[in-house]
């Protein structure tokens, strides 16, 4: 049987992230077994002296490791919305509630309370924020109507869309397209 540890990293949260931490443990001469957002999974156990190692790599990059239980548990919600609104283009079946309860196991209650006090605002607005940025990245692209991101970004409506996007950047999407000085977050500043 194969020991292996998991490692939860704060900030990870593109596919380039998961090639820097990959690249970054290579160099470090740790065997990798799989990397995805916000986790990693390391054969074998490591010591002491190798964690302060990729936790000084990692401050370096931007990236941390998480160590305390309800900060792991935060993370991993992070990367689960930034999965299903970034990466994700299939349609939802369900309501993210239950997406974030099933897959974290936990109550969505409890979930939700936990976020707010770690992150100081709600799960829906952190989905808001993402589906904004997202909105940005594709109306940039000028690939896509507007009625298509909706779709894309699981939005009931243009409308809807429309409206967080103003709440949230003071333009309508169209005013937005139209300004030569947009400026798009990046995801981990979310």
């Known amino acids: 049987m194969l ?3 998991k490692l939860l990293v704060k900030n990870m949260v593109c596919d380039r992230c998961i090639r820097v931490v990959q690249q970054e443990l290579n160099s470090l001469g740790i065997k990798v077994l799989e990397v995805k ?3 990693v999974n ?6 002491e002296v190798q964690l302060h190692q990729i936790n000084q790599k990692f401050e370096e990059l931007g990236f941390e490791l998480l160590k305390d239980k309800k900060e792991k548990i935060v993370e991993k919600i992070k990367n689960i919305l930034v999965n299903l609104i970034h990466h994700d283009q299939q349609e939802l079946k369900t309501n993210i509630s239950h997406i974030l309860q099933e897959i974290i196991g936990l109550d969505y209650g409890y979930i939700s309370q936990l976020f707010s006090e770690q992150e100081g605002q709600t799960i829906e607005k952190y989905v808001i924020q993402q589906r904004v940025e997202k909105a940005k990245e594709l109306l940039r692209y000028n690939e896509l109507t507007l009625n298509e991101i909706a779709q894309n970004l699981h939005c009931s409506s ?3 869309l429309s409206a967080q996007f103003k709440k949230i950047t003071g333009m309508t999407p169209s005013q937005y397209k ?10 981990d500043k979310v």
């Open 42 to 47: 390391i054969a074998g156990l490591l010591d």
């Open 37 to 39: 957002l916000g986790e």
């Open 178 to 187: 139209a300004n030569e000085e947009n400026h798009r977050i990046s995801l």
């Open 158 to 160: 243009v409308a809807h």
């Open 3 to 5: 020991l292996s540890s």
